[in-house]
């Protein structure tokens, strides 16, 4: 079956940390994160560069780190000092390997910033 898996996300306060995972299938090329809060549209996290290097957005830069363990086919997101506006669903995203016209979405982990 293939299909992508996102967990790990909770209740945190502010400045508080957590840890998501994503585990796909193996004909599926995981490569970023992206976050979608309520009534916005859905936006870029981090992911990797078409050069294999790690990219974040700005307003994530220096808290959060993305990491990927290639024999597993498992993508990391350490969130560290979170705060209110990091309050969203959390989605892994890839694309085939075979067929690269082809994205794959996990159902997303809900990530709430509160005190």
């Known amino acids: 079956q293939v299909e992508v898996v996102e967990s790990g996300g909770g209740l945190v306060q502010p400045g508080g940390s957590l840890r998501l995972s994503c585990v796909a299938s193996g004909s599926i090329n995981v490569m970023a994160w992206y976050r979608q809060a309520p009534g916005k549209p859905r936006e870029w996290v981090a992911g990797l560069t078409p050069g294999g290097s790690t990219n974040y957005a700005d307003s994530v830069k220096g808290r959060f780190t993305f990491s990927r363990d290639y024999p597993k086919n498992t993508l990391y997101l350490q969130m560290n000092s979170l705060k209110p506006e990091d309050t969203a669903t959390y989605y892994c995203?890839?694309?085939?390997?075979?067929?690269?016209?082809?994205?794959?979405w996990g159902k997303g982990t809900q990530v709430t910033v509160s005190s």
């Open positions: 995203w890839g694309r085939g390997y075979s067929d690269t016209t082809i994205d794959y």
